[in-house]
């Protein structure tokens, strides 16, 4: 008995110690997810010709991705007015993911690259037209809406790049983490 007493009076203090330990921790803030997205539309309006629009939809990202409907066929040297739409379709009802990024866009940006397979590397360019409320050296781009001019003809592809970048957003592709990577064919005719 008198050694269970003698060990009681060591283990106490030490639990007492280890407890007081664990109130001095910080809890640590859990980061924004990124948006779940299974669908990007593509919306480009010819800017001298508004009722030529052209549509490309990508579905199922989250899986095996269908791109039978994901081909941009544009006119060479022409200008249009381009809409990126993005939805998650795992939810019921759908999530438009795009409405949440119009929310949180000082916390994302749009990256649109273009690869030519045939014709010229500047074939198509594209220029991002909106902008966060970040403040300076702010305010940011953010790609929902965009400018894409094309040359002459040729054929690529665009990728589009969604970078997620919560506390961290400076205009560039390099921090954060992607909520959506995936290419477009284009055919420029």
Request: hydrophobic share 35%.
């Amino acid at each position: 008995m008198q050694v269970v007493k003698k060990v009681l009076w060591m283990v106490v203090p030490v639990m007492l110690l280890a407890g007081a330990c664990s109130k001095d921790e910080q809890n640590v803030a859990p980061t924004d997810d990124n948006e779940a997205i299974t669908t990007a539309t593509l919306t480009l309006i010819n800017k001298a010709t508004p009722t030529e629009v052209v549509t490309a939809t990508i579905e199922n990202l989250n899986t095996t991705a269908d791109f039978s409907k994901a081909t941009l066929t544009l006119k060479a040297n022409t200008t249009y007015s381009g809409v990126v739409t993005l939805f998650d379709k795992t939810k019921t009802p759908t999530l438009d993911a795009t409405a949440e990024i119009k929310e949180k866009a000082n916390e994302h940006l749009f990256v649109y690259t273009y690869t030519a397979t045939t014709g010229s590397p500047s074939s198509l360019t594209v220029s991002i037209t909106d902008k966060d409320s970040n403040p300076a050296p702010g305010p940011y781009p953010i790609g929902l809406t965009s400018d894409m001019k094309t040359g002459a003809a040729g054929t690529g592809k665009l990728k589009v790049v969604l970078r997620h970048q919560p506390n961290a957003k400076n205009g560039t592709a390099t921090p954060g983490s992607s909520d959506l990577d995936t290419d477009f064919p284009v055919v420029i005719q």
